[in-house]
């Protein structure tokens, strides 16, 4: 009843190609935008912060950048973990190369870092397409782990082959290391997030965003109405690998505080942001979110259930873990290809019309 | 004759006995792609779900044993009973058959005619269910799997190339056994595809599913049976790898390591995957040897991708792939 | 050619031919062993509706695919607007003002109809990424400027009330119609059709017709066309190529076609009496 487009006109093309051209989503975006910024800092703990926001808000971003170059180029990546992990090392040798700098700038040189490797690993793309260019992009992840894990360069020649985040600072105030407040690392991934979800939106409803789209629906034809196929495909690695080089960087710096490349951004890694898009749905930035939201609390709340619950043994619920995510994996790819976010927008149809439907 | 060369060549041996085994693995890709056009990224875990079925038929586990005791508080573990390998053998592949059933009529028979990299993306979702659903049916410890064969240093190659070159070459009776078996394997699953009737229905459902159904072939018929033999080939190649080094997580990578011979080999190609199963078995033993230590070693992890990645800018279909004309 | 012919020539109806935009030169394309094009010369004028015509598998198809730059001639040369063309990727022929619709519509199915017919527009939108991802400055200027050429377009072929409809959902013969649009959106020097109107009906049929003469009319376009039926193409074209196995057995007006006796052999078969 209140969610309208009638009555709301548009008199430029401007106003036509806003973000949220409707009234209702417009007010509901700056809502949950004040609810971010300044609600939640305020009654955060730490408990929530780690098992939840924090994750949700990273993983975000990993997901916004394998979807510009899934679900908008087309492109299907499997080397999501490696590219975080370029991130993560980045970071780490840029923070104890440059202590001094804002850790702020380390993170977005971090990204630009894994940027130029992604355009490296893209190349390929090229000459190779689909399920070919998937695989290959497993080189990535599994030459990018070893040479994290064997090269000591990387990690500083510490005795472990971990790398550790010492403490940092923005503006002042403590973003990495076991003393950084919850409220401070939670705002400082948030600014992060909502700047790579504007830049993706900008990118998206561009003539970039449609050249990228034009590569995913018919690449031959996108090239015989004139997209260098080159630059759209380079341009998309280069982005998404972007976007997920921050993540890594945050995931390593202000997540974990402590990484070891196998375990942290492994193969599983790579197909748990896959999953994240693929769930909440391929070429949408919301679904990016959604699918985030989905796969961090679903552990949360099965543990809680199942074994704080019903008693059952820690393994046992993430032997169930992986059989829910794999089923619903299958499930959404049957049913519903382009995932939560398509279930939200035909929601929003149905609620469009309501209470009248005729 | 100097030692490196001679190192070198139980390097080979050794390399050219795991291609073998790669070759195996990726003929179970090939096999499913072919007739359905699925890139399986599920069969290293259904190898891994053999093997564990295998030990777990064997040794009398009750399945979900952890899952009953959670919710029924109950405290069950064996039936007791200890089975001969060949009856175990034979019940996994009766679960095999009865999975490739149910995957086709629960997944596959709903994705008919999608593109392939949803058909991929699905099968990788149904690794992770089986990867889970293996681990609550028998527990996720490592287990022995031991059917009878051989093991240990073959003394008589040993005595031999002694004799010749004054050093004893290391070779396991175990990849000497499991090359003969995925040698003869490989070799009935080739005859099978060429001479036999199911296997040339195979093959006109692979070149086009409608003219197929229109001459009266069994789509769903071929597909259980493509994805049953997929399941044998993956039930052999978890004896295998079970037996060489124990039923755990890691035996489900061997399917990442038979990604890269296909990508060598061409999708489509049978003898596509066996020679770039041999060229990635003896290329990354060789690399390593002669480079790893240079570099740090476990080269393995990568060698395979990135040789694979490098010929493919090259030769976008593969060693034995046919030719791709783009239309319009 | 005399220096008459090169200044173009006038058709009946009344409407100046100027001189050569597109020469085919002596152009063979193989594949493998088939010779799908054998030693075809033939100019497009600027201005003129250009049929191509011919049985299946004469090679019409490829034709259209060699100017457009997809396919590479073994021999022979393309001039464009006088000057040999070297060998170009196909979205570098996009560049030099050549559009193209597809025989089997070849729209981006994941998009709407507005953002197809945009895409139309990217040979022409060169902001940089940087100002893209802000949305400031020239990219959000140069979004606008171009969606205004693009409503131009769409008022012309009367799509506007499927702008913001996926392209999936349309029915065929508006497909066909917003890849039309599509092409037009580039605004194009030479604009290629092939087969505009398979699988149409009479009544769509007839309204493409007209769509083709209004863009040939109103913009000028120079145009050349693939197509079956011959009532359409004897209508529609000011002179007409014709293609039997690959190769070129007439080319003229349409009443020197229809009267040409290897078409008409051709097409009717050749008596053995």
Redesign the interface.
């Known amino acids: 009843m209140f969610y309208r487009e009638a009555g709301d006109f548009k008199t ?3 106003d036509d ?1 806003q973000t949220f051209p409707i009234k209702f989503d417009r007010y509901r975006y700056y809502a949950v935008l004040f609810a971010a910024f300044a609600v939640i800092p305020f009654l955060v703990n730490d408990y929530w912060v780690n098992a939840i926001f924090l994750p949700f808000l990273i993983y975000s971003i990993a997901a916004i950048g394998l979807n510009i170059l899934v679900g908008y180029c087309g492109q ?1 990546s499997l080397g999501t973990g490696g590219f975080m992990a370029v991130g993560a090392y980045a970071v780490y040798k840029l923070m104890t190369a440059f202590p001094d700098v804002s850790f702020a700038i380390h993170v977005v040189l971090a990204g630009g870092v894994t940027a130029i490797v992604g355009v490296m690993f893209g ?2 793309s090229l ?2 397409k ?3 260019l ?3 992009t ?2 990535a992840q ?2 990018l ?2 040479l994290f ?3 000591p360069w990387f990690y500083n020649y510490s005795a472990s082959g971990q790398i550790n985040a010492p403490v940092r600072t923005v503006f002042g105030v403590e973003v990495t290391g076991p003393t950084a407040e919850p409220w401070a690392v939670y705002l400082f991934c948030l600014v992060f997030l909502t700047l790579c979800a504007i ?1 993706a939106r ?2 998206t ?4 965003g ?2 990228w ?2 590569i ?3 690449d ?10 080159l630059t759209a495909k380079l ?1 998309a690695f280069a ?1 998404s690998s972007f976007f997920v080089g921050i993540s890594g960087a945050l995931f390593f710096g202000v997540y974990l505080g402590a990484v070891e490349v196998g375990e942290a951004f492994g ?1 599983n890694k790579s ?1 748990l942001v ?2 994240m898009i ?1 769930i909440g749905g391929l ?1 949408s930035i919301f679904g990016s979110f959604a699918g985030a939201a989905f796969l961090v609390l679903l552990p949360v709340l099965l543990k809680n259930v199942l074994v704080s619950g ?4 820690t ?2 619920a993430a ?12 499930t959404f ?2 049913l519903e ?1 382009h995932g939560l976010a398509q279930l939200w927008r035909v929601a929003k149809e149905k609620l469009r019309l309501w209470p009248f439907p005729h | 004759m100097p030692d490196q060369l001679i190192f070198g060549m139980e390097v080979f041996l050794n390399g050219l006995m795991a291609g073998v085994l790669y070759a195996l693995v990726a003929l179970g890709f090939v096999l499913i792609y072919k007739a359905s056009g699925i890139f399986n990224y599920a069969q290293g875990v259904m190898a891994l779900f053999a093997a564990m079925t295998l030990v777990g038929v064997m040794e009398g586990q009750v399945p979900f044993s952890h899952l009953i005791n959670a919710v029924l508080g109950t405290d069950v573990h064996h039936f007791g009973w200890h089975l001969p390998a060949l009856i175990g053998i034979l019940t996994t592949m009766a679960v095999m058959v009865g999975l490739a059933w149910l995957v086709q009529k629960i997944i596959f028979k709903h994705l008919v005619g999608q593109e392939p990299i949803i058909l991929f993306m699905a099968t990788i979702g149904l690794a992770y269910f089986m990867e889970g659903l293996g681990d609550m049916m028998w527990g996720a410890d490592i287990k022995k799997l031991d059917v009878g064969l051989p093991q240990g240093i073959n003394i008589w190659i040993d005595e031999t190339t002694y004799g010749i070159f004054g050093y004893g070459f290391f070779i396991d009776n175990l990849d000497i056994v499991a090359t003969i078996i995925a040698a003869i394997l490989v070799a009935i699953l080739v005859a099978f595809s060429q001479y036999t009737k199911q296997g040339r229905a195979m093959r006109a459902v692979a070149d086009d599913h409608q003219a197929a159904l229109s001459v009266g072939v069994s789509l769903n018929f071929i597909w259980v049976m493509v994805w049953s033999v997929a399941g044998f080939v993956a039930l052999v190649a978890g004896i295998m790898w079970g037996t060489k080094s124990g039923v755990q997580f890691s035996l489900s990578l061997i399917a990442l390591k038979a990604l890269p011979v296909l990508m060598l080999g061409g999708f489509t190609s049978i003898p596509g995957a066996i020679v770039g199963g041999l060229i990635i078995g003896v290329g990354e033993k060789l690399f390593e040897f002669a480079v790893g230590p240079l570099i740090g070693g476990a080269t393995e992890n990568w060698f395979a991708y990135v040789l694979a990645l490098i010929f493919l800018v090259f030769r976008p279909q593969g060693l034995f792939g046919d030719k791709i004309i783009e239309r319009v | 050619m005399t220096l008459a012919e090169d200044m173009g020539y006038t058709t009946a109806d009344g409407r100046k031919i100027g001189g050569v935009v597109m020469e085919m030169k002596n152009i063979t394309l193989r594949f493998g062993g088939v010779v799908a094009i054998k030693d075809i010369s033939f100019d497009i004028r600027e201005g003129e509706i250009r049929a191509i015509i011919g049985p299946n598998g004469a090679g019409k198809s490829s034709m259209l695919n060699v100017i457009s730059g997809f396919y590479v001639p073994q021999d022979g040369e393309v001039l464009f607007h006088g000057k040999k063309r070297p060998q170009m990727k196909p979205f570098e022929v996009a560049q030099q003002g050549i559009a193209r619709t597809f025989q089997n519509i070849a729209l981006f199915e994941g998009m709407s109809v507005l953002d197809n017919v945009m895409t139309g527009r990217l040979t022409h939108m060169n902001s940089s990424i940087w100002s893209q991802a802000l949305w400031k400055g020239k990219a959000e200027r140069e979004e606008v400027e171009n969606r205004e050429i693009c409503e131009r377009i769409i008022d012309f072929l009367e799509i506007q009330s499927i702008r913001k409809t996926p392209v999936a959902r349309l029915p065929y013969g508006l497909k066909k119609r917003v890849e039309l649009a599509r092409a037009l959106a580039s605004e194009p020097k030479l604009l290629l059709l092939d087969e505009p109107m398979a699988g149409m009906n009479v009544e769509e049929k007839e309204d493409m017709s007209r769509f083709i003469l209004d863009v040939n009319d109103e913009f000028g376009t120079t145009i050349a066309l693939i197509e079956h039926d011959m009532g359409v193409v004897m209508d529609l074209s000011d002179r007409v190529v014709v293609m039997d196995y690959g190769k070129k057995i007439g080319d003229g007006t349409p009443d020197e076609v229809r009267n040409n006796q290897a078409v008409i052999d051709a097409y009717l078969g050749v008596s053995h009496d």
Do not use: C, T
Not at chain 1, 310 to 313: M, R
């Open positions: 430029s093309y401007q190609n299907v190349l390929p000459r190779i689909g399920f070919y998937a695989v290959a497993l080189a599994f030459f782990v070893w894990n064997r090269v830049i900008n990118l409803r561009g003539s970039v449609r050249k789209m034009a995913r629906d018919m031959i034809a996108a090239e015989i109405i004139g997209v260098n196929p341009s982005v193969i197909f896959l999953f693929i070429g019903l008693g059952w043994p393994d046992l032997h169930l873990e992986f059989m829910i995510v794999g089923g619903l994996i299958v790819l049957i290809p």
